[in-house]
């Protein structure tokens, strides 16, 4: 597709539920961002993927939270257990560069996550 | 620690007014700064980038941004508001040693009065 694209664009789910939110990223772009963003907030970094492995995880907030980009294009945003402070919206970004200093990220629209 | 401060949650203008947004970051190395714009509905999008090249940048919609080392800021400012600049603009700031994290100042929403 011409951008990136993020799905579901909204999840509402019960306390201790598991979800998966899906990034398809612009093709070729090597490189692929999770953030979240809760409400009055900025976007909070959590992973970084470089191809298929994550080159930085120091963001996720704890192991009920996991990501997979099994080929180097789409990746999975995994949430175990899932928990009221868990609401806010998940960005996915992607990057054509190898670097993250110099390239420009690439936002998808997002999924907006609800644990009731 | 490295990170981004953005002064003020909310700015208003009247339209035809100068704009002015204001990031200040904190860094022991050399940093490369972004401005992103978030639209209603909409995904962040870039509107400029400092990469150490020239310290005035200019981005897209007539907005450009300053680097000041001495004053660790780099703010945003655009001579002449529209209503269409109405968005929450964020501040982001990350670094050569650090190939991957690119971090985000709170966001300041911009509204702009008739």
């Known amino acids: 597709g011409a951008g990136v694209s993020q799905t579901p664009s909204n999840k509402v789910t019960e306390k201790g539920k598991y979800v998966e939110l899906r990034c398809d990223p612009i093709?070729?772009?090597?490189?692929l961002y999770w953030y979240r963003q809760s409400l009055g907030q900025g976007p909070e970094f959590l992973i970084y993927?470089?191809?298929?492995?994550?080159?930085?995880d120091s963001g996720l907030p704890n192991d009920r939270f996991f990501a997979v980009r099994p080929e180097g294009s789409v990746s999975t945003l995994k949430i175990q257990r899932t928990e009221r402070g868990d609401s806010a919206v998940y960005l996915c970004a992607s990057s054509p560069t190898t670097s993250g200093n110099t390239g420009e990220l690439f936002f998808g629209e997002g999924s907006r996550l609800t644990v009731l | 620690a490295q990170s981004v401060t953005q002064l003020g949650s909310h700015v208003s203008v009247s339209e035809g007014a100068l704009v002015l947004l204001r990031c200040n970051y904190s860094?022991?190395?050399?940093?490369?700064l972004f401005w992103y714009v978030q639209y209603p509905n909409q995904g962040l999008q870039l509107l400029l980038k400092y990469t150490s090249a020239a310290t005035l940048v200019k981005g897209i919609n007539g907005f450009e941004a300053e680097f000041k080392k001495s004053e660790t800021s780099f703010h945003l400012t655009k001579p002449s508001a529209h209503m269409s600049d109405a968005a929450e603009y964020f501040c982001?700031?990350?670094?050569?040693?650090?190939?991957?994290?690119?971090?985000f100042g709170s966001g300041t929403r911009l509204s702009i009065r008739p």
């Open positions: 093709s070729g772009h090597t490189a």
């Open positions: 982001a700031v990350t670094f050569y040693s650090s190939a991957s994290k690119i971090i």
């Open positions: 860094s022991s190395v050399p940093p490369y």
């Open positions: 993927f470089q191809g298929t492995g994550a080159a930085d």
